[in-house]
């Protein structure tokens, strides 16, 4: 078997729905199910925090009792049948309970996806930024369908869209995958969930990392769930929308396409840096030039502010840790960063974005500054 092909293939799948379901979901609510911007931001949070619980807490026990592959294709298969839900849905309240119920089973897809590329790293020696361009290809797929779609046949189409890409990924988990991640988790990972938080927490230099992609991940929160509206605002057509957006995905594309040779060598500290300089440059572009050839612009460091965050963070477990402690450290990044810190900011994002769209992207630089001294007083202390 071709174990970069195979991961390069599921990170596409997966990152496809991650196009659709990230950006256009908040204007899916707004738009379809014909509700105020507070009240998406309501359920997109609530969904957040499920996110970040269940990446946090399900996940690790899941990889516990279950194969990686398993995890995948169960969850895979539970995630397809909820997002179903939303056909009848035509509350809040309803509304609200699906999203939190997808929000527990969708998002450990994510942290499955990257233990499985910590796992072929290790064992296999895979490179991990080849196989991760993919998944940023299908994100960029994902995002130019939307805006054919949508201009087509209006935002209903995101939600068939949706259904389509997780019925592929299921099916694709249903194929033969690495012998390695077929295997009881006690000869892969042998997880101990509660040592593996307590080591990982009393280690300094992770908790450092770990609050800098917290803070750098969670400043994306108004551009995910705002980006599609504020630019529907701008008077920017459906279809150009999905352009727009694929521009920091193009760019995120070849960074991890050529990540291992930019930075195999580079400190991580040094990438963080190079992240939230990129973060706050981007926010501040966005909040005081209401203009869309200047959220174009902002979209080129999309590679930045996310990419090498996300790199970094990566490159540090890798390098940093023992085989057993990943999948618990991919559940705190997925919980923490791309998940609870996230929904914490789109709750004030929203709000924001009602008194005034600037505010809202303006607002994450409050985040991506404080990373920038964290890290100047931390980095020789810690050596990371």
């Known amino acids: 078997m071709n174990y970069q092909k195979w991961l390069s293939v599921n990170f596409f799948a997966f990152f496809f729905t991650w196009g659709v379901f990230s950006p256009y979901w908040t204007g899916y609510l707004i738009i379809v199910k014909d509700l105020s911007v507070p009240h998406a931001s309501i359920i997109m949070g609530a969904g957040m925090v499920a996110r970040a619980l269940s990446t946090f807490v399900i996940f690790p026990a899941a990889a516990k009792k279950a194969s990686i592959r398993k995890v995948m294709l169960w969850t895979a298969g539970l995630s397809l049948f909820t997002m179903a839900l939303y056909i009848p849905a035509d509350s809040f309240v309803f509304l609200l309970l699906i999203t939190i119920l997808f929000s527990v089973i969708y998002p450990i897809l994510l942290p499955a996806m990257e233990s499985s590329a910590s796992v072929l790293m290790q064992s296999e020696r895979i490179h991990y930024g080849k196989s ?3 998944g940023s290809l299908g994100y960029t797929v994902g995002l130019l369908i939307i805006g054919a779609t949508t201009a087509i046949w209006s935002e ?13 990924m299921w099916f ?10 077929t295997k009881a988790p006690e000869q892969v990972l042998q ?7 307590k080591k990982l927490f009393s280690s300094k230099p992770f908790v450092v990392v770990l609050i800098l992609a917290i803070l750098l991940q969670g400043a994306h929160a108004s551009y995910y769930n705002f980006g599609f509206i504020y630019l529907q605002e701008l008077g920017v057509n459906s279809f150009y929308i999905g ?9 995120e594309i070849l960074f991890f396409s050529r990540a291992d040779a930019l930075f195999s060598n580079t400190r991580i500290s040094t990438m963080f840096m190079i992240a939230a300089i990129g973060s706050t440059i981007r926010w501040i572009l966005i909040a005081a030039f209401p203009i869309v050839w200047v959220f174009v612009l902002s ?7 996310f990419g090498v965050a996300h790199y970094a963070f990566m490159q540090f477990i890798s390098k940093r840790l023992s085989h057993d402690a990943i999948p618990a450290a991919q559940g705190m990044y997925a919980a923490l960063a791309m998940g609870l810190s996230t929904a914490v900011l789109t709750f004030a994002g929203g709000y924001l974005y009602d008194f005034s769209p600037g505010l809202a992207f303006l607002g994450m630089a409050l985040c991506s500054i404080p990373a920038i001294f964290i890290i100047i007083f931390t980095r020789n202390k810690h050596q990371y």
């Open 132 to 134: 991760r361009s993919f």
């Open 156 to 168: 209903e189409s995101i939600l068939w869209v949706m259904l389509i890409g997780l019925a592929s």
């Open 172 to 181: 694709l988990h249903t194929r033969p995958s690495p012998a390695i991640l």
């Open 191 to 197: 997880i101990d969930t509660k040592s593996q938080w």
């Open 243 to 251: 352009i727009v957006l694929n521009v920091a995905i193009l760019l």
């Open 299 to 305: 979209q080129f460091l999309h590679a930045i502010s």
